[in-house]
């Protein structure tokens, strides 16, 4: 019994580090992680991704993560408007925190350049 509440508890350690790590990165560090989020092969939601959705991508590996994405809410939309700015990512159907790719934002993603973009 205590092996599983112990695992439980580490697994949720685990989770706030990481969402502390990820909330911790520079901007543009942050919106480099998050441009693969609205990439085809991430399976992005049909009516547009949010920013809800980019952060549950973040922590896609952490179990349990979903009740802590308030947390990470607000710096990925900072970094999501920054993805904005630069035409990598684009307004998804005019809502506001639903955004899509670009054709810019998949070719950064395959040249790599995504970090060389937002300079």
């Known amino acids: 019994m205590f092996g599983s509440a ?7 350690a685990a989770t706030r580090e990481e969402l502390q790590r990820l909330a911790a990165l520079p901007l543009v560090d942050l ?19 949010s920013v809800w959705w980019a952060a549950a991508w973040l922590l896609r590996e952490q179990r349990g993560a ?12 900072t970094a999501i408007e ?17 955004v899509a790719i670009t054709a810019a934002g998949e070719a950064a993603l395959a040249a790599g350049d995504v970090r060389e973009r937002l300079a």
């Open 82 to 98: 920054a993805l904005l700015q630069v035409g990598l990512l684009e307004r998804h159907d005019g809502r506001a925190l639903h």
């Open 6 to 12: 112990g695992k439980k508890a580490a697994r949720a």
């Open 66 to 77: 979903a009740r802590q994405l308030k947390d990470l809410h607000e710096p990925v939309r």
């Open 31 to 49: 919106a480099v992680a998050v441009l693969p989020a609205f990439a085809p092969a991430s399976e992005p939601p049909a009516r547009g991704p």
